[in-house]
């Protein structure tokens, strides 16, 4: 059975930093796609950084381009979103996710797609004040 859980959330001060875990377990991290989606109240849950595990190709959302990392241990079969320069619209439930395929093609950028992932994790919340 697959579980991801989330870890690395909290309040944090606006320009502080946060690095975000998601421990995989009952699954490998072998040419799939592993995203990290955030959903704050009222709001449709979106893609914020993905990472293809078998290449390690990596995809930002623009909000988040510049100041979040994403990336994999495949030792620990945990994936990581380091944040940074947090501003108070990145507050939200954070939601790690795991795709059997790969994170995007040619037309489709599957990484942003709610949809196209089958596996998640319970998230955790990330609150950002001014």
């Known amino acids: 059975q697959v579980h991801l859980v989330e870890s690395g959330g909290g309040p944090v001060q606006a320009g502080g930093s946060l690095r975000l875990s998601c421990v995989v377990s009952?699954?490998?991290?072998?040419?799939?796609?592993m995203s990290w989606f955030r959903q704050a109240p009222g709001k449709e849950r979106e893609g914020v950084a993905a990472i293809s595990t078998g290449g390690g190709n990596t995809y930002y959302a623009d909000s988040v381009k510049g100041r979040f990392t994403i990336s994999q241990d495949n030792a620990k079969n945990t994936v990581y979103l380091q944040m940074s320069s947090l501003k108070p619209e990145d507050t939200a439930m954070y939601y790690c996710a795991a795709r059997d395929l790969g994170c995007a093609t040619a037309y489709w950028p599957a990484w942003r797609d709610r949809n196209a992932f089958g596996y998640w994790g319970q998230g955790t919340q990330v609150t950002v004040s001014s």
């Open positions: 009952g699954y490998t991290f072998s040419k799939n796609c």
